[in-house]
């Protein structure tokens, strides 16, 4: 497993922009597969975005296509999800989750290992 934590969240207005930054420990960052999910207030978790232990397949949620990136830097052990155009229903806890990958497509979403989360409030 990786430990993992998450940063970068904080209060934006809508169609604003935030980046977050999962910060890995343990040598086997580059051998996972890493997700970013949210959970809002009163609502399960949901999936957000996924990206392969290589970073060469991706995958997203429809509500955040087109205006969220994730990407991942295996050599500093951090993955990132860039959020674009923000919207008030974006506003949630954001978890950044990793598992060892299998080294198939698409990336794993069965994540064994969670950070703590980071609050994201987008206003309106």
């Known amino acids: 497993q990786v430990q993992l934590v998450e940063s970068g969240g904080g209060l934006v207005q809508a169609g604003g922009s935030l980046r977050l930054s999962c910060a890995a420990s343990g040598r086997t960052f580059s051998l996972h597969d890493v997700g970013w999910l949210r959970q809002a207030t009163g609502n399960e978790r949901e999936f957000v975005a996924a990206?392969?232990?290589?970073?060469?397949?991706?995958n997203y949620a429809d509500s955040v296509k087109g205006r969220f990136t994730i990407s991942r830097d295996n050599a500093k052990d951090t993955a990132y999800l860039q959020m674009n155009n923000l919207k008030p229903e974006d506003t949630a806890v954001y978890y950044c989750?990793?598992?060892?990958?299998?080294?198939?497509?698409?990336?794993?979403?069965?994540?064994?290992?969670w950070g703590q989360g980071t609050q994201v409030t987008v206003s309106s």
């Open positions: 990206i392969s232990w290589s970073g060469g397949t991706t």
């Open positions: 989750a990793a598992a060892p990958s299998r080294f198939h497509i698409p990336p794993r979403t069965d994540f064994s290992s």
